[in-house]
């Protein structure tokens, strides 16, 4: 899916020759070793400084960054909230791809989904970090890109919530045939879902397995 | 009609009493602020007798050549101000934004007011065109450096809200839309404040002007009215110019914001 051909950024990722492939991948490391950099170069949000990423085949840079964006999504490590009430907040990816915004019912079912018991009318500004990292993957996955890139998805979650997120996600990508690339801190995790695990160390792929 | 009453210098320096006074008072409060006072009130009378002795020049002897340049120099100075007060915080990209935005802006409101609305003759009447240039250039000028305060504001504070928004496939533009609303706001509100007091709260300065020399006040407030309407197309133009076009130079071509 993904192809690494003599990349570097800046002094931070040197990734001579790197795969990621279809599936569910995890990416391990110590904090600082670059992995948000690297899902940030997946989605085009930043660019390579040397050498060149392919996906599918295609060079990023040849590609429409706005497309390529839709195609291939990020949650980020520390998503920000828009101005709005819950459900702005839901269905604002879609407003910007100009899709089409589901219905009140639909909307309450994706909150359930990722485990937040509130009302689509609340306001997001008492949310608390992991709320907000669960309402970021709620509008992510009413997206349903064809690559999710899930920066620590759960890492202001409790270990009980986590699994239950996890499963949810994995799922629902297997069902429908899309990919993940998730950054995480739980070893546990990675073993339990991961069809590839990088190891990342210093900017660099130290073991895949 | 009473004649004009002509102020002759020794007038002019009666009203220096004024500063005088002042000057005086902050003297006695122990406000240090009589050098600025002293300095300020020397450099606005030095700087409207030179003005006075080129207009006066300039109005005997019309020439197309002399009011071009002079509307240039006007340009080449409001955008070289709204340059100074922005040192090192802008792009060259957004400079040149900047320039073209300022230019076409008044240049296109100035025309088709010169022209078609007051209809001076020959076309570069220094009369006409200079007054009214000034009053152009000066306002949008005021209207750019607002908006490029409150473009840059938003670039800095909103940036997370513009990476989630980006991250989320959205365009550059459609990422940047709510800073560029609020950026309008505040460089269009202070124009369009004025004009909701204009006559009640204060009388303008060139009807004001206009009428102490001898012109009828209806006179006066017809050209106020059109003036003003001429301002807010000039400042709304440029500052539209601006955004329309600045908001990418946060971005580079593969529509990620420059760090
Ligand atoms: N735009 C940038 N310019 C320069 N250095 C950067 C930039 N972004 C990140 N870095 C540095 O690059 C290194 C890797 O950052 P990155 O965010 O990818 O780490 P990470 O593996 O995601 O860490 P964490 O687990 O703490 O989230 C860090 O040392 C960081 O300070
Ligand atoms: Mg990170």
Known sequence: ??????????????????????????????????????????????????????????????????????????LSQNPTMFEGNIRDNLTIGLEFQGKEIPDESELAEILKQ???????????????????????????????????????????LDDNTEEIIIQMITEHVKKRDKSVIMVTHSKNIAEKYADEILQIGHGRVLNRR | MRGIIDLSVTQVILSYIFVVIVLFILKKRGIKREKEMLISSFRMTFQLILTGYVLVYI????????????????????????????????????KQVIAIAMVIGTISCLTYFLMIVIRIYPWYDPQYFIPIAGMMIGNSMTGISLAVKSLLEGMTLQKNVVEEAMILGA??????????????????????????????????????????????????VNYQIAIMLGILGAVSLTVILLLQFGYRSFFNEEDQLIQ
């Open chain 1, 1 to 74: 899916m993904f192809q690494f051909k003599e990349v570097k950024y800046k002094e931070i990722l040197d990734l001579p020759d790197l795969y990621i492939n279809f599936g569910i991948t995890v990416l391990l490391g110590a904090s600082g070793s670059g992995k948000s950099t690297i899902l940030k170069m997946l989605n085009k949000m930043i660019s390579p400084t040397q050498g060149t990423i392919l996906y599918q085949g295609k060079n990023l840079k040849d590609l429409s960054s706005v497309e390529h964006r839709r195609n291939v999504t990020m």
């Open chain 1, 114 to 156: 990722v485990q937040l018991k509130k009302e689509l009318s609340e306001s997001v500004l008492n949310l608390s970090g992991g709320e907000k990292q669960r309402l970021a993957l709620g509008r992510l996955l009413l997206l349903d890109p064809q690559v999710y890139l899930l920066d620590e998805p759960s890492s202001a």
């Open chain 2, 59 to 94: 109005f005997k002897n019309p020439n197309p050549f002399i009011t071009v340049a002079l509307i240039i120099i006007m340009e080449c100075f409001a955008i070289y101000t709204v340059f100074q007060k922005f040192k090192g915080k802008l792009t060259n990209k957004l």
């Open chain 2, 171 to 220: 365009s550059p533009k459609m990422a940047t839309k709510g800073i560029i609303n609020k950026t309008f706001d505040a460089a269009i509100m202070p124009t369009i404040n004025s004009m909701l007091g204009m006559g009640i709260i204060f009388l303008p300065g060139m009807m004001t002007g206009q009428i102490l020399s001898g012109t009828s006040p209806a006179t006066a």
